[in-house]
């Protein structure tokens, strides 16, 4: 009754149902929640702090998740068709943007298929750790597929856009992945041996795309690979890495394939391998020739395949036919011709020959180590019936001379084509480098010495003095076509040949003069008044340079391998801009065995044949590696198990507490954490022992701008990054 009585009084202050059910469940008095006043206070403070505890628990989006849609969401240009989404800020989970999926407060599940969209993907993509289906397909996207994705997929289809470059390396570092589909786009490139560790994956499409090479040897690893396509693409090689596989759907339909099919293939349900030149002939044990009924679906590729070798032999009849047809006519023409005098010959090829000349006809080059022609006349052949050496008329006894002299001239033709450099006279570079002294000396390296030229009119530039001994094989020819090619190079980062200079003994290149010296000065030798390089240069120093290097690999025809990465072969401008040095010289650095605790040469270039670009990969990855720590590549004044930078380095690269310790001391920790860890595993896939493991430039250079963008966005976040007093820091 006390309590009925207590409770059919009215309260002075009540408080409303759902803070009173809550309280109740947490074990609070119920009386207790219907008094906010003297000691009951409490309650209520309690559960208001409780509640914004748990808020964010229960609504919001992991904050990395979070970013990373941002950032994807900018670069597809905000498209109206994702409602929900932002640039900034958001709960994606707890708003339900459109395509996206979650799991408590982690988004596990992108699925955007097929809604117009354009752009890029971002830059971010990694943050989504929990993402395990990522599907963009039948889109407008464009660019390079983002070399770092969501790390723990299980489904990733970016099919039907029109993505370039070459397949991520990070698609290697997915143990999970059992779907992959990247058809109908434009990436190009080879596949590098990146397959090792996806022993999950069950179907693989790269179908109609341009890719090309051999298939990789990692690709016996995929022991769950059931559906392989990769009809219209160009590649080549045999394909007997796929002969262990258990496929089931299989289709190399339009490729350049050859040898044989491996026998054990026959178990797939389904196999396409029309428009491939396969080998014909007895197959070797294991191994069998491609069946009609396999060339192509439908029959159709068999048919045109049949077809195709039938035009052959007609083509090769024609022209057995027309070639014999040709020496009956040579013979008419010789027999005709018998009783001309030899003068009337002579006269006649050497009127043929000054009508060149004067006419300026082309001919087809020679090659670099042809000999000069030797007009001879023509000798016996069997193809051609007995024909006499005609005798050489007295009065034209300087026949011979003319035919030599206009076989040289021919020749040096190709060598002399035109050089888009300034020849400058010795006399002029003697002057301007006060006959090369000592005091004017700004580098030495491997082939030759670099001397600061002034010139009277107030300019500045580097002169390279090539030791005369690394023409002991040629001459100024050989000199000269070096020169040739080196013109032909043309990029922001390189360092641009500007002259040169040939004379008896005296090889000299001449270049722009960069007033800052090289990256090796500015990270080892800098003075204490000299401010050291800030992160955001050294990033973009390592990006310039990767970009160089992108060039010389994979935009030159044929590529260009360096050979001589260093840092003191990257070159600073007023505004810390990299510009690399010594391309096109390579031709110099074949003996690799020299000054190997350099600590730049890879470790497979023990003889020059082994030098591939993956090697200026790891020499690349070195230079990175001065750029994080500010140490020496080899310093033997520290301890032993130090003085390898790369050893030392590699173990610590991918544990942030040790990565932390290994920063150059001389930033005094301005930098972003987050960028260093990214920057640091880039240096981690260069600098790996086997080549086939290391990216591409292409590669390189994506992950880098990544880096960038990055740092730059830390900075508009109030990050600390400084700035160098000896260049503008202003971003890419």
């Keep these: 009754m006390e309590r009925d009585a207590i409770f059919s009084e009215k309260p002075k202050k009540s408080f409303s149902c759902p803070i009173f059910g809550f309280?109740?469940?947490l074990g609070i008095p119920k009386s207790s929640t219907m008094d906010l006043s003297g000691t009951l206070v409490p309650a209520f403070a309690l559960f208001v702090s409780l509640s914004l505890v748990l808020s964010p628990v229960i609504a919001k989006t992991d904050q990395p998740d979070v970013s990373a849609l941002n950032v994807m969401y900018s670069s597809m240009n905000k498209p109206s068709q994702l409602t929900g989404w932002s640039a900034s800020g958001g709960d994606p989970c707890g708003d339900k943007w459109k395509g996206v999926n979650c799991d408590g407060s982690s988004v596990t599940e992108i699925d955007l298929s097929g809604l117009g969209l354009n752009g890029q993907l971002g830059y971010q993509l990694s943050s989504l750790t929990s993402v395990t289906k990522f599907d963009v397909s039948k889109n407008n996207l464009k660019g390079d597929?983002?070399?770092?994705?969501?790390?723990?997929?299980v489904q990733l289809n970016l099919e039907r856009n029109q993505f370039t470059g070459g397949v991520p390396y990070s698609i290697s570092q997915m143990p999970d992945l059992k779907s992959l589909n990247l058809a109908n786009n434009q990436l190009s490139g080879q596949l590098i041996d990146m397959f090792g560790k996806l022993p999950k994956l069950s179907t693989m499409d790269l179908s109609f795309n341009r890719l090309?090479?051999?298939?990789?040897?990692?690709?016996?690893?995929?022991?769950?690979?059931?559906?392989?396509?990769l009809q219209n693409n160009q590649f080549s090689g045999t394909i007997n890495i796929l002969g262990n596989l258990p496929l089931k759907d299989l289709n190399l339909e339009n490729n350049r394939f050859t040898g044989y099919i491996p026998q054990k293939l026959n178990d797939a349900k389904s196999i396409k391998l029309g428009g491939n030149p396969w080998s014909t002939g007895t197959a070797p044990s294991g191994m069998e020739k491609a069946s009609s009924s396999r060339l192509g679906s439908g029959g159709n590729s068999g048919s045109s395949s049949w077809w195709s070798s039938k035009v052959n032999g007609i083509a090769i009849a024609l022209i057995v036919v027309a070639v014999l047809a040709l020496v009956v006519l040579v013979l008419s023409l010789v027999r005709k011709n018998k009783s001309s005098s030899s003068s009337q010959y002579l006269d006649g090829r050497s009127h043929y020959m000054d009508d060149q000349l004067s006419n300026n006809r082309s001919f087809a080059p020679l090659a670099a180590n042809d000999k000069v022609i030797d007009m001879k006349p023509l000798q016996s052949s069997s193809?051609?019936?007995?024909?006499?050496?005609l005798p050489i008329d007295p009065r034209r006894s300087s026949t011979d001379a003319s035919v030599s002299e206009f076989a040289v001239k021919y020749h040096s033709r190709r060598i002399s084509e035109p050089i888009d450099a300034t020849s400058y006279p010795l006399s002029d570079l003697q002057l301007a480098t006060g006959s090369f002294s000592s005091s004017r000396l700004v580098g030495q390296g491997t082939i030759g010495r670099v001397f600061k030229a002034k010139f009277e009119d107030g300019r500045l530039l580097a002169v390279k003095k090539i030791d005369t001994i690394n023409f002991s094989r040629g001459s100024s020819h050989e000199f000269v076509e070096i020169i040739t090619d080196i013109t032909k190079l043309h990029h922001p980062n390189l360092s641009e040949l500007v002259g040169y200079c040939s004379e008896p003994g005296y090889h000299l290149l001449v270049y722009e003069f960069q007033r800052n010296g090289s990256l090796h000065d500015y990270l080892h030798l800098s003075d204490e008044y000299s401010k050291p390089l800030t992160w955001d240069t050294r990033v973009r120093i390592a990006l310039g340079t990767a970009r160089a290097l992108e060039y010389l690999h994979e935009v030159c025809s044929p590529s260009v391998m360096h050979k001589n990465i260093k840092s003191s072969n990257v070159l600073l401008d007023l505004e810390l801009n990299p510009h690399l040095s010594d391309c096109g010289l390579a031709v110099f650095y074949e003996d690799l065995s020299e000054n190997q605790e350099s600590g730049y040469k890879a470790p497979e270039c023990v003889v020059p044949s082994v030098y591939t670009m993956k090697s200026d990969v790891y020499s690349f990855g070195v230079v990175m590696l001065e750029l994080l720590t500010g140490r020496k590549p080899f310093d033997n004044?520290?301890?032993t198990e130090e003085q390898s930078l790369v050893n030392w380095a590699v173990q610590h690269l991918h544990d942030i507490d040790s990565l932390s310790q290994m920063v150059d001391p001389s930033l005094r920790g301005l930098y972003p954490p987050k960028a260093v860890s990214r920057f640091a595993d880039v240096i981690g896939l260069c600098v790996q022992k086997e080549p086939e493991f290391r990216p591409t430039m292409s590669e390189v250079v994506q992950s880098l701008v990544?880096?960038?963008?990055r740092s730059s966005i830390s900075k508009r976040m109030g990050g600390d990054l400084?700035?160098?007093g000896r260049s503008n820091d202003s971003d890419w």
Excluded: E, W
Excluded at 145 to 153: A, E, K, R, T
Excluded at 212 to 229: A, E, I, M, R, V
Excluded at 383 to 389: I, L, R, T
């Design 706 to 709: 990544r880096c960038v963008q």
């Design 212 to 229: 090309s090479g051999n298939l990789p040897q990692t690709f016996k690893h995929l022991t769950s690979l059931k559906t392989l396509y």
């Design 145 to 153: 597929i983002p070399y770092q994705l969501p790390p723990n997929m």
């Design 23 to 25: 309280l109740v469940d």
């Design 383 to 389: 193809s051609f019936g007995m024909m006499k050496p």
């Design 722 to 724: 400084s700035a160098s």
């Design 637 to 639: 004044s520290r301890r």
